[in-house]
């Protein structure tokens, strides 16, 4: 945590912005079928992934920044991301209320994050398996972790394709 430290929030909440958008569209037109169906087992199915952003932008990244530029040293409440998928049966519920409900709540993440009045994104969360936290590193992470569930949601699109067209390679449109 050593060096020149700069934060452009302009760009994150950009970033966010547009990443709703994106999300938005990776799932336009997506049947309820393609919605629940997984590759494996074990993993997520799309609508697990946008019900799982619809949560975490309300229980994790808002409430945990906040809490870190309020109240630092205050424990976070705890979450279980995978646990809630099953206990809160994610793969029965409807995508488009889960989007809907991730678009809302984005937007008023912004708004949130747009009326922040000079935060100190230096303050700092003892985390106790990641170590200190900075509120910069919880805003760049939120951001960030769109990105990881945008690729999630390309390889799902990718493997229900490649799933519809069993005995038929997609190898010719180049590496994955």
Known sequence: MTGILQL???VLVDDMRRNARTLAALVADVSAEQARWKSE??????????????????????????STLNRPEAPWRPIDPEGWAVERRYNEGSLEASLVRFLDARE???????????PDWTLVHPHPNLGPIRAGDL?????????????????????????AASGF?????GRW
């Open 169 to 173: 390679s997609p190898r010719y449109a």
């Open 41 to 66: 087992p074990r993993q997520w199915s799309i609508l697990e992934v946008v019900t799982h952003l619809a949560d975490e932008e309300v229980e994790d990244f808002r409430a945990r920044l906040d």
């Open 108 to 118: 008023e993440s912004i708004e949130w994050l747009e009326g922040l009045v000079r």
């Open 8 to 10: 452009d929030v302009d």
């Open 139 to 163: 805003l760049t992470s939120w951001s960030a972790h769109d990105h990881i569930h945008i690729r999630q949601l390309n390889r799902i699109h990718r493997d229900f394709l490649v799933s």
